[in-house]
């Protein structure tokens, strides 16, 4: 796969009509890979309306936003980012005493499916990095499957769950690619390792334009009383530099559980 890979990039990178691919960090902090694909349009960019509730249990916070800038063809570049994942999740954010849905046995998740934006893929999960970042997929079997970050509670569990995902791929657009296109109130089905569904649904999306910006004590914290899901992909493709320099992330709640 990695001679394929070499060789794929060497043919493309003298072609027109090509752009420079972030792998997608989970802006706690990656190293952030940039290859040259087949040129795509741009992935969309989230609809103000999306803003929402980064808890659906609290008031809206102003959203830290910046518009996907389209990129150009002929680019490749590495660059490297490496803040660390927090070991333990961050303290709660005050709000209303309530005994939310919840399941209180782990199961890893399994499958991700997102009606609206058509995404259903398998789920792997993923630790850090040895410099204590969090892991993406790699080039192989796994690179267009969402990803579990195996730090963070069991989707359904109370307390954030963490999945992750690329934009892109040396193939064309990743898993989640249309991440941008979420709105308030779209589901999200989250199948565990035990059969059981946990039913989320979007209360806000967030583009950060920076990692400097990611909000980490929200993304790995927030309302730790009930399940919550955070999805998260790059954002921001800069021109100056070739890659991707901030992340997407969808803030999503649980509101049922199925067998």
């Known amino acids: 796969m990695t001679r394929r890979l070499i060789r794929a990039l060497s043919t493309l990178g003298s072609r027109r009509g090509l752009y420079a691919l972030a792998l997608a960090a989970a802006a706690v902090g990656v190293a952030v890979v940039v290859v040259a694909v087949i040129s795509q349009t741009s992935p969309p960019v989230p609809s103000r309306s999306a803003y929402g509730h980064l808890n659906a249990s609290t008031a809206p916070t102003p959203a830290v936003r910046d518009r996907h800038t389209s990129p150009s063809p002929g680019a490749s570049h590495v660059t490297t980012h490496h803040p660390t994942v927090p070991t333990h999740h961050a303290p709660a954010t005050p ?109 806000a999306v967030r583009t950060y334009p920076t990692h400097d910006a990611f909000p980490t004590s929200i993304v790995y914290g927030g309302d730790l009383s009930q399940p919550t899901l955070r999805l998260i992909t790059c954002a921001n493709f800069d021109e100056a530099i070739r890659h991707y320099t901030g992340n997407e992330v969808v803030y999503a709640h649980l509101i049922a559980l199925k067998r």
């Open 95 to 203: 709000g209303p005493t309530r005994q939310p849905l919840a399941l209180t046995t782990a199961s890893p998740p399994t499958r991700i499916d997102i009606p609206a934006v058509d995404v259903h893929s398998d789920v792997i999960g993923i630790g850090k990095t040895p410099g204590g970042g969090l892991a993406v997929p790699q080039p192989g079997p796994n690179l267009n499957k969402a990803a579990w970050y195996t730090g963070s509670v069991t989707p359904g569990q109370p307390g954030p769950s963490v999945i992750e995902g690329h934009i892109d791929s040396v193939y064309g657009p990743s898993v989640f690619y249309r991440l941008g296109a979420l709105a308030i109130g779209d589901r999200i089905s989250v199948t565990r390792a035990d059969g059981r569904v946990a039913v989320f649904t979007v209360n």
